[in-house]
């Protein structure tokens, strides 16, 4: 049997999932969260061997979560559903810990064969994910410049887009308002960008926000 967390902040969708889940006789669904916090609250008294997860949350990110989720359950499988594109976010948070990632356009069937891998302690890579990761690895240094971000700086760069202050970011992630300041002047260098207002048209542009 295996023990499923479902993280999606619309009702509507955790409900679609628990009604598909239930038509097979492997799977279980222990728990459900509607934001990042509770997703790690349920992590914390819940045992599961996949959480399938969301990224557009209110407050805590799935992003914000995936990283709190991996220090502290790091053999649980985190698979992402997210209704971005896999071009946008699949390899940045792949190699940041997710247990694979899928977009929710997807075949039912696929998030199934995801879990199925997942539970197993292996990642899912799915045809155009793994595409994705081949054409990174011939045109490395043809890489839009948010790919060059550490996780970290990525955290930080998407929540300057959105309109967040240092100091409310600082709070988000326990960190000083002084490491956040850090992380922006790293991150602008490395973008090549000189303001917030440079981020936020940089992350709408590329649809890593709405």
Known sequence: ???????????????????????????????????????????????????????????????????????????????????????????NLIRQGASGYLNKECAPEEIANAIRTVALGRRYISASVAELLAGQLERKDSEPPHKHLSEREFQVFLKLAKGESVGSIGEALSLSVKTIST????????????????????????????
């Open 1 to 91: 049997m295996i023990k499923i967390g479902i993280v999606d902040d619309h009702a509507v969708v955790r409900s679609g999932l628990k009604a598909f889940f239930s038509t097979f006789v492997d799977f279980r669904v222990v728990g459900e969260a509607g934001t990042g916090r509770e997703a790690i609250d349920m992590v914390r008294t819940t045992e599961m061997d996949v959480l399938v997860m969301d990224l557009s949350m209110p407050g805590q990110s799935g992003i914000d979560a995936l990283a709190m989720v991996r220090a502290k359950a790091p053999q649980l499988g985190v698979l992402i559903l997210s209704g971005y594109p896999e071009e946008h976010y699949a390899v």
């Open 183 to 210: 992380y922006r002047t790293r991150l602008m260098e490395k973008m090549n960008l000189s303001t917030n207002s440079d981020l936020t048209y940089y992350a709408i542009k590329t649809q890593l926000i709405d």
